[in-house]
């Protein structure tokens, strides 16, 4: 047992962990950086908007793709919020999709080759036949409208940022095992009270965007990113079902996402949908 004095210091010694920890939060975000359709760098909280502008298209063509109706169940959304979001984290890498069409598509195609700017989507690739099928789907309705008219030859490029689907892994990797293992450090500090952990986690919530928090929400869907929610409700799911335990349930437990103006993310996406024990704001 920690008398007064030896607590103290312990506590001191997580405060000055914790804003050391904080400050290289602050200088990841301030070197995050994409570029946009121009090639222009978007630097910091900026590219944070950029990405979640980038995840928003994938998951509209997503829905698109595998016919989503107006019966849009929790399960479907789960299904292509995770394979979106792992279109976005991995990209197709550098494989082109004209390597998926046959020749009758080639020859289709082809005649409108020379009008295209054909470079921002030579980065789609598939592994898998899903994959593969959705790029060619990708690519009918970039040429549908495309040659829709010659005004809006480039609009929805410009407004898909489809170069952005060679995959972000190397800025959202970094970022969130940062995050993660900053929540996690004071999450496991037990001389703390849960108030006072609450209040350490708060500091940095409160210093994250909307659109931070809306990536935070998607990333906890991904497979490399169960462990900041799912993957534990999953583990006591399979102990004990009729236990609530959040202790490791940290998005819930520290409310990481209660900013969302009523829990919502995009439209069709309700966050408290998915996390029911989060106070989200204007409730």
């Not at 409310?255 to 829990?263: A, D, E, M, R, V």
Request: contains cysteine; proline residues 1%; hydrophobic residues 35%.
């Amino acid at each position: 047992v920690l008398n007064a004095q030896s607590l103290q210091i312990k506590k001191d010694e997580i405060q000055k962990r914790f804003a050391l920890l904080l400050e290289l939060y602050k200088s990841n975000i301030q070197e995050l950086e994409v570029k946009d359709f121009q090639n222009n760098v978007i630097q910091g909280k900026k590219a944070v908007d950029a990405i979640l502008s980038s995840f928003t298209i994938i998951f509209s063509s997503v829905k698109d793709f595998r016919k989503r109706g107006e019966k849009y169940s929790e399960d479907e959304k789960i299904a292509d919020l995770s394979y979106a979001y792992e279109i976005l984290y991995f990209g197709y890498h550098k494989q082109n999709i004209f390597r998926y069409l046959t020749e009758s598509e080639w020859g289709e195609y082809s005649t409108n080759f020379s009008a295209l700017p054909l470079h921002f989507i030579a980065e789609i690739q598939s592994s898998n036949d899903e994959n593969k099928l959705f790029a060619l789907y990708l690519y009918e309705r970039f040429q549908n409208n495309a040659i829709d008219s010659a005004n809006k030859s480039f609009d929805w490029l410009r407004s898909s940022h489809i170069h952005s689907f060679k995959g972000y892994h190397n800025d959202l990797g970094h970022y969130f095992r940062h995050a993660f293992n900053m929540v996690t450090y004071i999450n496991e500090q037990k001389i703390l009270t849960e108030e006072e952990q609450y209040d350490y986690v708060k500091l940095w919530r409160t210093q994250l965007t909307n659109n931070e928090q809306k990536l935070l929400f998607l990333n906890s869907f991904f497979k490399y990113g169960r462990d900041w929610e799912f993957a534990y409700r999953d583990y006591m799911e399979s102990v004990d079902p009729l236990k609530s335990d959040h202790d490791y349930c940290l998005v819930t437990k520290y409310s990481l996402i209660k900013n969302l103006p009523n829990g919502e993310v995009f439209d069709g996406i309700i966050a408290g949908d998915f996390y029911p024990d989060i106070e989200f704001e204007n409730d």
